[in-house]
């Protein structure tokens, strides 16, 4: 597997004190860090699978809070200019969801009081707490599970990846998406046209219309749409032979999956949880809660991100068991 680099992309978006310090560490530590987090008035923290540590006043790492760098109010705000200046759409839109997306398929969330209009929330104001929250491309994640998801006759099952934040879910659907789209010359499969609904901008990272994460040459890409709408939009304009998206958990996704499915066309999605009881819980999904997924993919970290821990077939039975 290949892993990209993605701290360049996330320091372009860190106030200049705190890009300073992250960057004087930028050793090995930084190279498997998941989260920087800001919190106003307190420890400046990175951390990763397991571990987290502070940095101090020269950016050096420490497990004494007393030591460490506390983010200031002029850190926050110089944060919160730089996203909104890259987007102020996406800065306005987005934070209505607490979180903005930035190139590199990175999600930046976002915390302070919280403006109610209409039962709904309008935006967020007097921001304290940001989390910058780091994607990372692993080329080759998805070579254990190819095999699992390819049929006899070069289709590909219907597929649900189940996993709990922060598991690789996303990072395993991209890589997926990227194999299926290039081809298997190994198995004599060309490539399948995929349709790629990326609500959250995380799966392609596209900027300004170009994805910045390799998802394939046979990819068509809908950003920033919701699932429900983007999955039929993908189907009736751009032919795909497979849908991708990320994250379902509504009972309008289950709809559209199935409308999809009725259309000949195959699914390949993720949800949160942590086994394939978390899919039959899920009330929202009850339709697809029979024979639909005809593989389910379990993730978690008994040995790391992204360990491949099960994959059901369609009656539930383990085809693999990670031991």
């Not at 106003?40 to 990763?48: E, Q």
């Not at 707490?129 to 780091?134: A, E, G, K, L, T």
């Not at 198995?187 to 170009?210: H, M, P, Q, T």
Request: charge should be neutral; hydrophobic fraction near 40%; glycine fraction near 10%.
């Amino acid at each position: 597997m290949r892993e990209k680099k993605p701290m360049e992309e996330v320091y372009n978006f860190l106030p200049p004190k705190i890009q300073w310090l992250m960057k004087i560490n930028a050793g090995e530590h930084m190279a498997h860090a998941e989260e920087i987090r800001l919190r106003l008035n307190k420890p400046l923290i990175i951390s990763g699978s397991g571990w987290d540590s502070f940095i101090t006043e020269k950016g050096d790492l420490t497990k004494d809070e007393k030591k460490a760098y506390f983010t200031t109010i002029e850190d926050i705000k110089k944060a919160s200019e730089i996203i909104q200046g890259f987007s102020v759409y996406s800065f306005g839109e987005e934070l209505k969801n607490g979180y903005i997306t930035i190139p590199g398929g990175h999600r930046v969330g976002i915390s302070g009081r919280a403006v109610i209009e209409n039962g709904n929330v309008k935006t967020i104001k007097d921001i304290s707490f940001i989390n910058y929250r780091i994607a990372k491309e692993v080329l080759g994640a998805a070579d254990k599970v190819i095999p699992y998801i390819i049929t006899s006759q070069s289709s590909v099952f219907n597929t649900l990846i189940i996993s709990p934040p922060q598991c690789g879910k996303t990072t395993l659907l991209r890589d997926i998406i990227r194999q299926l789209s290039n081809g298997l010359e190994a198995r004599n499969i060309v490539g399948f046209k995929i349709g790629l609904v990326d609500e959250r901008s995380e799966i392609a990272a596209c900027f300004l219309g170009g994805p910045r994460n390799e998802v394939g040459i046979r990819t068509d890409v809908l950003d920033a749409c919701p699932k429900s709408l983007g999955i039929i939009m993908m189907i009736r304009s751009m032919s795909p032979d497979i849908i991708a998206t990320d994250e379902i958990g509504r009972k309008e996704d289950a709809d559209a999956l199935m409308e999809g499915a009725s259309a000949g066309v195959k699914i390949i999605a993720t949800m949160h949880g942590s086994d394939i009881e978390d899919l039959h819980k899920k009330i929202e999904l009850q339709k697809i809660h029979g024979d639909f997924f005809e593989r389910i993919i379990i993730l978690g970290k008994s040995k790391g991100v992204g360990t491949i821990e099960k994959i059901y077939d369609r009656e539930g039975r383990a085809l693999y068991l990670n031991t």
